[in-house]
């Protein structure tokens, strides 16, 4: 009765109400006992029954013993369950205000970096509030730790049994999360503190590649603490949880994970990258693919060389003209038929492997054949073509180049080096001149603005992202690790098959010209879905060649436009066009090109058909055809596909 009216108790309503329900319980019980009382015979020791035990006078006797004895158990366990009650009810009291405490420290930290892009003062404002969040949390697991068993067995709990139940691996989750982030920010503190220097915001790579390889141990701490969440989140089973921490793996812990991965595999893999690591200098083989003459990777190998990169530092690098780098005295694997039958080229040359559509397989190609001219193997290959110099000049700003009378920016540097192709009657007396000279001039000039610091870090970064998004930059790398990120972000050029329709069209001239500057292309396709048994795609690929001056197209033996004998723009776009669709996709029709046999390098009339091809990519199935349009006109080719039913 006292309960029922003490509202200024110690005990909170919750634990009030459970007290009076628990003896209400054992009230119950005692009754249920006196009403039950067991009705056996009293056996003497010769087995003979002496008095029942329903008469009335031996139960009476027996029920007062018993009852005795009943009311010194039942006020003795009250008295400790009560006890336990309070005790727990007051432990409990105590970790959910601790658990606010976290909760409020969390908000700050989250407050301090809620911005799209935090700035790296208000990152670095966040050591002190996480420290804080940090040592109130240990304070919560010390607490809360000797109760953690519980869990398991408490999943009847309404609402909240799933929590409980997890709270172990919850408790992991966000312990390791805390331990990492703590760990994290240590490392990267010497970093934030030289970007914030004297230098401003601009940081080079040499420094970068230092700060990072002295920062290793901590960031490797720091990767086996965030192991331990990844481990711990795999055991939840979030439909159990509540709502509120649902939506917390769902919609925080979730996305920032893999996150949390590729930042700590930035951080150590690029000390290994820029050769600061004890594994030594790295070399890597970069091509330049000029689209003017498009092939599927980005265009035409130009020019390669290698890049040596010791203590984050470019050693020499020089780049050649890709027709001096092959060794006829080596066994040269056999070309893809298409090369043969329409370039005569029977075997696969080092200027011709990015013939390969999957940018990883081309990469091996180029390494394997310039392993012929080359004394060194690389460590991995560095694809770029003229419109990631162009996006980077429009961020970085001009360069200036030897030789060159002005600067050299995004609206002029692909007339440059078009221009650049044609020798001076000065060059062409020299027996030096070389005609990629060019590319080694510009590649020079940028790497030394952007190695030297002259190029803010958030400004680089922006850019090779969007370069590597669009593919006007390909990168594959021999690290294991980095292998798994750039195929993680579709950066490494990888054909890969998705769930449901999807459709690539690729060209890949092979007119022995650079004529895709005045070529424009469109597509249309249409997927008629009215049958779902029997899905069908129509695809129209439409091709228009701006070329002036062309009155005939002679795939060999050319007639050069008058100043373009160094750089054919101006002729007739020879292509081989390929579509890639989901396996399974089968052709019905197609209307392709019919070319007269003098258009052709080895004089011969292509079957006019469709070619179903085998490209050994999981999941695609490749359709291709070879077409030419003459200059001043525009050229139509339509595919019809049965598409698989699971589109």
């Given at each position: 009765d006292e309960l029922e009216v003490a509202p200024n108790s110690t005990l909170s309503d919750w634990h009030r109400k459970g007290l009076l329900r628990l003896l209400e319980m054992f009230l119950a019980r005692e009754n249920y006992l006196a009403k039950s009382m067991p009705k056996t015979a009293i056996?003497?020791?010769?087995?003979?029954?002496?008095?029942?035990?329903?008469?009335?006078?031996?139960?009476?006797?027996?029920?007062?013993?018993?009852?005795?004895k009943r009311r010194l158990i039942i006020p003795l366990l009250t008295l400790i369950l009560l006890g336990l009650i309070i005790i727990s009810g007051l432990k409990a009291w105590k970790i959910y205000n601790m658990a606010l405490l976290v909760l409020q420290d969390a908000a700050r930290v989250q407050e301090s970096v809620k911005a799209p892009t935090p700035s790296l003062e208000s990152v670095k404002s966040i050591g002190p509030e996480l420290s804080t969040l940090r040592q109130d949390f240990q304070l919560l697991k010390n607490e809360a730790g000797p109760f953690l068993w519980l869990g398991p067995w408490l999943g009847w709990v309404p609402v909240y049994g799933g929590d409980l139940s997890s709270i172990q691996d919850l408790m992991t989750v966000a312990d390791s999360l805390l331990a990492f982030a703590d760990t994290s920010y240590q490392a990267a503190l010497p970093l934030m503190e030289a970007v914030g220097g004297e230098n401003g915001t601009r940081l080079n790579p040499p420094i970068l590649a230092i700060l990072l390889?002295?920062?290793?141990?901590?960031?490797?701490?720091?990767?086996?603490?965030?192991?331990?969440?990844?481990?711990?989140?795999?055991?939840?089973?979030?439909?159990?949880?509540?709502?509120?921490?649902?939506?917390?793996i769902l919609n925080d812990v979730d996305p920032l994970l893999p996150l949390l991965q590729e930042g700590t595999t930035l951080a150590t893999e690029f000390p290994r990258l820029m050769g600061a690591s004890d594994e030594g200098p790295k070399t890597y083989l970069v091509l330049v693919q000029n689209e003017d003459e498009l092939r599927p990777t980005g265009g035409f190998i130009t020019a390669a060389g290698t890049v040596l990169v010791r203590d984050g530092r470019i050693g020499s690098i020089t780049f050649e003209n890709s027709g001096n780098l092959d060794?006829?005295?080596?066994?040269?694997?056999?070309?893809?038929?298409?090369?043969?039958?329409?370039?005569?080229?029977?075997?696969?040359?080092f200027?011709?492997?990015?013939?390969?559509?999957?940018?990883?397989?081309?990469?091996?190609?180029?390494?394997?054949?310039?392993?012929?001219?080359?004394?060194?193997?690389?460590?991995?290959?560095?694809?770029?073509?003229?419109?990631?110099?162009?996006?980077?000049?429009?961020?970085?700003?001009?360069?200036?180049?030897?030789?060159?009378p002005y600067p050299i920016n995004s609206s002029n540097v692909v007339a440059y080096m078009r221009a650049a192709k044609t020798p001076t009657a000065e060059e062409l007396a020299s027996p030096d001149w070389d005609s990629k000279a060019f590319i080694n001039k510009i590649s020079r000039a940028l790497i030394s603005k952007i190695f030297n610091g002259d190029v803010e870090w958030e400004q680089l970064s922006t850019l090779l992202i969007k370069a590597l998004d669009e593919h006007h930059l390909m990168i594959q790398l021999d690290s294991p690790r980095m292998?798994?990120?750039?195929?993680?972000h579709h950066w490494d050029g990888a054909v890969r098959s998705v769930d449901g329709d999807y459709l690539m069209v690729v060209d890949t001239n092979v007119g022995f010209n650079k004529t895709n500057a005045v070529v424009e292309s469109e597509l249309f396709y249409d997927v008629d879905l009215t049958n779902t048994s029997s899905p069908t795609g129509s695809l129209t690929v439409i091709h228009k060649n701006n070329a002036v001056g062309i009155t005939s197209c002679r795939h060999w033996n050319k007639v050069r436009v008058a100043g373009e004998k160094d750089y054919p723009i101006e002729d007739c776009y020879w292509n081989y066009l390929r579509v890639y669709k989901p396996e399974g996709t089968a052709l019905l029709g197609a209307i392709p090109q019919i070319l007269p046999a003098n258009w052709m390098i080895l004089n011969q009339s292509p079957p006019g058909e469709v070619d179903i091809l085998d490209e050994e990519i999981d999941g695609v199935q490749a359709?291709?055809?070879?077409?030419?349009?003459?200059?001043?006109?525009?050229?139509?080719?339509?595919?019809q596909f049965a598409l698989p039913i699971n589109v």
């Open positions: 056996i003497s020791q010769d087995g003979q029954p002496v008095v029942r035990a329903d008469d009335p006078l031996l139960l009476s006797e027996t029920r007062s013993q018993k009852s005795g390889k002295d920062a290793a141990p901590q960031f490797a701490e720091a990767q086996s603490k965030l192991d331990l969440a990844v481990e711990a989140r795999s055991h939840l089973a979030v439909d159990d949880l509540s709502p509120r921490v649902r939506d917390l060794d006829w005295t080596k066994p040269y694997p056999v070309a893809p038929w298409q090369l043969s039958q329409y370039m005569n080229s029977p075997v696969l040359i200027r011709d492997t990015n013939w390969f559509t999957n940018y990883p397989t081309a990469a091996l190609y180029a390494e394997y054949l310039y392993s012929y001219v080359s004394d060194h193997s690389a460590d991995g290959v560095i694809a770029f073509d003229q419109q990631m110099l162009v996006d980077f000049l429009a961020v970085i700003g001009p360069i200036e180049l030897e030789g060159v292998t798994t990120f750039l195929a993680d359709f291709g055809t070879i077409q030419v349009v003459p200059g001043g006109q525009s050229l139509s080719v339509s595919f």
